[in-house]
């Protein structure tokens, strides 16, 4: 590993699961990739209250995943009384398929120190307003 990149996985990869929390009912659960762009909530009960249009945010419970995050949306719902378990697909709030980059902010861990370079740039002088060069000294007049 570097100190500047990490390894992610899409919370819609198959080996991925995350704690989640129905934000109308505050019913927890489990959110399953299925691997096809989609999560699943396994293990809720056929009567569960979960219905179409229900938004998953992290429930916290893990230790990694703050609490609050918008994960999903519950797009459908079976239930059949054959089954103790409904099957509930959700759909991910993010567009986690459409990029290939993304930003991750971890303020736990401390920044390595600037490059030698950068920190002399830094404290260069007070810069100009909206740019990052330092204000030139104006020479000083009779001598």
């Not at 989609?38 to 703050?66: C, F, H, R, W």
Request: proline share 8%; with cysteine.
């Amino acid at each position: 590993m570097f100190p500047f990149s990490a390894e992610i996985t899409l919370i819609t990869d198959k080996d991925q699961a995350v704690p989640v929390q129905i934000v109308r009912t505050g019913m927890r659960s489990v959110a399953f990739g299925l691997g096809n762009g989609q999560l699943e909530l396994k293990y809720m009960p056929a009567n569960a209250d979960v219905q179409d249009g229900d938004l998953l945010v992290t429930s916290g419970l893990d230790g990694i995943y703050l609490p609050g995050f918008p994960v999903a949306r519950v797009i459908h719902v079976e239930r059949d009384s054959a089954y103790s378990f409904a099957r509930i697909y959700c759909v991910p709030v993010a567009g986690v398929e459409n990029f290939g980059e993304v930003m991750i902010l971890d303020p736990r861990q401390t920044l390595p120190p600037q490059p030698p370079e950068a920190a002399s740039r830094a404290g260069g002088g007070e810069a100009d307003k909206g740019s990052l060069r330092p204000k030139k000294k104006k020479a000083a007049k009779g001598n």
